[in-house]
């Protein structure tokens, strides 16, 4: 068979993909050095969490240990898996869109293969499936590409919610769209931006549109995602949507051969994906560790708040008969003290006990510090009451000392005055003491993620130092709600 001598594409030429747009990246970076003290105190937060619950999980305590140590065990293996991804520097990226948008086409277009089967027929992409894209942005990084099922699939409602579970444990989110946008698109998005994790709209299939309409449109989804989100309009910078051919459509070639003959045959062009590996790229090397790390410490947050929660269920008629003793030790203790600055102190002193010995019965670590800021928090947090509360106790005491006083000189009258006093200030003392237990429920049900390497702490200290134009910073409001 001869060679062929010449060949033309016979497409238009306005219908040939063309990117024009340059891609500026997040605007923003993370200094490598933040990026690696952001790494590394998440790790610090996560072995803290394991090896804590390791030592619950080998000395059972309560009579429904067995229960709780099941619960454990589950919630333990999540945050070890957190753990796990976060030293192997494994960034996962799931691929989300609606049928037939080219979903699969976009992750084999990235990694350069086609690794992934793809095709004309609705769902061919029945599971999610990883494809494992290896990086150097200076040291290497794995990319884990999460191809999921189309989550408009009819009969597939079950593997739209396993594609949810996916974006829970994703990194980053790649939502593919193929021209303007439909209303089952603008609302999966919505639900996919409630999990809180940096999204890219990729407009594929952009070869099958003439320039000024793929400008049209493009321009059209800008205008669609800006002026700020809200819980059901998503918001995307203009950076955040960037334009595809992953499997352009094939061109007729025009063949001219030595022997003079002349036929025409079809030619797949090569995929049209730089824009996106430009800013992945950018996005994992401006900000990528500091990005693994916020979301290795939200699913270990989840997980010990998960805990918290099922410990304290099963340890409610334990702990309600606890914050009861206490607030009749405190009653009692004050009631019989007539120095008024000693009631106030002792007092505190009991709820700071209290608070210690809840922790201690739902197998949370408290030290004494911390039930103090917590007795601080939860007073302050409770405005009038409690220090009205307190304010009153206060003048109780001082008239109960008085009374003591007066006893002194006229037994019966200075009896009957601090008796009164006395039982008012009690009463007081002991409602607020119970008032202070359950408050430390509450806050107790949220986990143990407080202290310097807490794992809320770690969180709000990294969201604090990003700087305004990243990634990290766009997502800090919806994040610190959350926590």
């Known amino acids: 068979m001869a060679n062929p001598a010449s060949s033309e594409m016979n497409r238009p030429e306005a219908a040939r993909p063309d990117v024009t747009r340059a891609v500026g990246g997040t605007g923003g970076i993370i200094p490598l050095g933040m990026q690696d003290i952001h790494y590394q105190r998440a790790r610090t937060s996560l072995k803290q969490v394991v090896n804590r619950y390791r030592q619950l999980l080998r000395s059972p305590r309560q009579s429904n240990g067995i229960e709780l140590q099941a619960a454990l065990k589950t919630e333990l293996n999540q945050v070890s898996s957190a753990l796990d991804k976060l030293n192997a520097n494994l960034v996962r990226v799931a691929v989300f869109g609606l049928v037939s948008r080219g979903k699969s086409a976009v992750?084999?277009?990235?990694?350069?293969?086609?690794?992934?089967?793809?095709?004309?027929?609705?769902?061919?992409?029945?599971?999610?499936r990883s494809v494992y894209w290896s990086l150097d942005l200076g040291e290497p990084i794995t990319v884990e590409l999460i191809d999921t099922p189309g989550l408009d699939e009819v009969g597939g409602q079950s593997r739209a919610a396993m594609a949810l579970d996916v974006a829970h444990a994703a990194d980053l989110i790649l939502f593919v769209v193929a021209g303007d946008i439909t209303r089952t698109e603008y609302h999966a998005l919505s639900e996919l931006q409630a999990e809180h994790k940096p999204i890219l709209?990729?407009?594929?299939?952009?070869?099958?549109?003439?320039?000024?309409?793929?400008?049209?449109?493009?321009?059209?989804?800008?205008?669609?995602?800006?002026?700020?989100?809200?819980?059901?309009?998503?918001?995307?910078?203009?950076?955040?949507?960037?334009?595809?051919?992953?499997?352009?459509?094939?061109?007729?070639?025009?063949?001219?051969w030595e022997d003079g003959r002349i036929t025409h045959e079809w030619e797949s062009p090569p995929a049209q994906i730089d824009e996106l590996k430009r800013s992945l790229m950018a996005i994992l090397s401006q900000e990528g560790k500091s990005l693994l790390a916020l979301n290795a410490l939200r699913q270990a947050r989840e997980a010990e708040q998960s805990i918290a929660r099922k410990s304290i269920k099963l340890q409610q008629a334990e702990a309600e008969d606890l914050i009861w003793q206490f607030a009749k030790w405190k009653a009692a203790a004050i009631a019989l003290n007539p120095i008024p600055v000693l009631d106030l102190l002792g007092g505190f002193a009991t709820d700071v006990v209290m608070i210690r010995m809840l922790a201690k019965l739902y197998g949370l670590p408290m030290t004494r510090y911390e039930a103090t800021k917590l007795v601080n928090a939860i007073?302050?947090?409770?405005?009038?009451?409690?220090?009205?509360?307190?304010?009153?106790?206060?003048?109780?005491?001082?008239?109960?000392?008085?009374?003591?006083?007066?006893?002194?000189?006229?037994?019966?009258?200075?009896?009957?005055?601090?008796s009164s006093a006395a039982i008012a200030q009690a009463t007081l003392a002991g409602y607020g003491s119970y008032r202070v237990g359950k408050a430390a429920q509450v806050y107790l049900e949220q986990g143990c993620t407080w202290g310097p390497d807490g794992i809320n702490t770690t969180i709000q200290d990294i969201l604090a130092q990003v700087d305004e134009e990243t990634v990290l910073y766009r997502l800090r409001r919806e994040i610190s709600a959350k926590s």
């Open 107 to 128: 992750v084999n277009a990235l990694i350069g293969q086609k690794v992934l089967p793809t095709g004309p027929i609705n769902g061919v992409t029945q599971y999610p």
């Open 201 to 256: 709209v990729v407009f594929n299939k952009m070869d099958l549109y003439p320039d000024r309409d793929r400008q049209a449109i493009y321009h059209k989804l800008q205008e669609l995602f800006a002026n700020g989100g809200t819980q059901t309009r998503p918001f995307f910078k203009p950076e955040d949507i960037v334009m595809v051919a992953a499997e352009p459509s094939p061109l007729q070639v025009r063949v001219e």
């Open 379 to 418: 007073v302050w947090s409770s405005g009038s009451l409690l220090f009205g509360e307190l304010g009153s106790g206060l003048l109780l005491g001082v008239g109960k000392g008085a009374s003591a006083i007066a006893s002194a000189f006229d037994t019966v009258s200075g009896f009957m005055a601090y």
